[in-house]
């Protein structure tokens, strides 16, 4: 079943989150440092992620074009309108504690090499390890966030199996479009870029600056599709 390391990591996070939320009357001051510190975590990560570029321009040209297209589709206002559908929805009195946690686990959750790579193992070989693997650390990561952000993050479970379910179907005809080493090049350039939104994510958790990390996301496809341009452009004038 291709989807069936798409639906255990969508299922942890519910089960995460609902476990959070029993944890919901932790003192605020335990919560804010828990936060803080899952926030430099996250920074980390992201720092790791993006040092693996081998191509630094189209790492600068994916986050520019994509911020800018996603800026004139209003991703992040978008998804802010969902959140606060849901908040209405569940009939929440605290303004924008659903959104805040929807939207910020949404984009932790998709942004990263394991939700890409494991979706597409799962496609091409039917191997979920990966997205297992994942399932375990979102898991246990929607603990603390909805023990801290709220009732939002179980809801993120709904895009984490749209998002990766579609990677999971889509794989399975992408070696009739690319080899496997442009796959693997492009794998990288997109965790590169995706590492920069990790980290924006993470100076967010920190309430460092409030960046649109939403309005970032088309620049995972500006890095996919540069890299055979980029590789045709080498082989064309190298």
Known sequence: MILLGTLVNAV??????????????????????VMQGIGLAVVLLGIKMSLET?????????????????????IESGLNKLGQWLEQKMGKS????????FVTTTLVYCIGAMAVLGAMDSGLRNNHEILYT????????AIIFSSTLGIGVLFSAVPVFLYQGAIALLSTQIYHIVSQETLNAMLVEVTAVGGLMIIAIGINIL??????????????????????????????FG
């Open 134 to 141: 994942k399932a375990m650390l979102d898991g246990f990561s």
């Open 207 to 236: 309430e460092l600056k409030k960046i649109n990390v939403a309005n970032m996301l088309p620049a995972l496809v500006i890095a996919a599709i540069g890299v055979p341009i980029s590789q045709w452009l080498t082989g064309l």
């Open 94 to 101: 605290t303004q924008g504690s659903i959104a805040t946690g």
């Open 54 to 74: 081998q191509n630094f321009l189209l790492v600068i040209l994916s986050i520019v074009i994509g911020s800018i297209l996603g800026e004139l589709m209003r």
């Open 12 to 33: 942890a996070i519910v089960a995460g989150a609902l476990l959070g939320r029993l944890l919901s009357g932790i003192p605020e001051s335990i919560r804010k440092t």
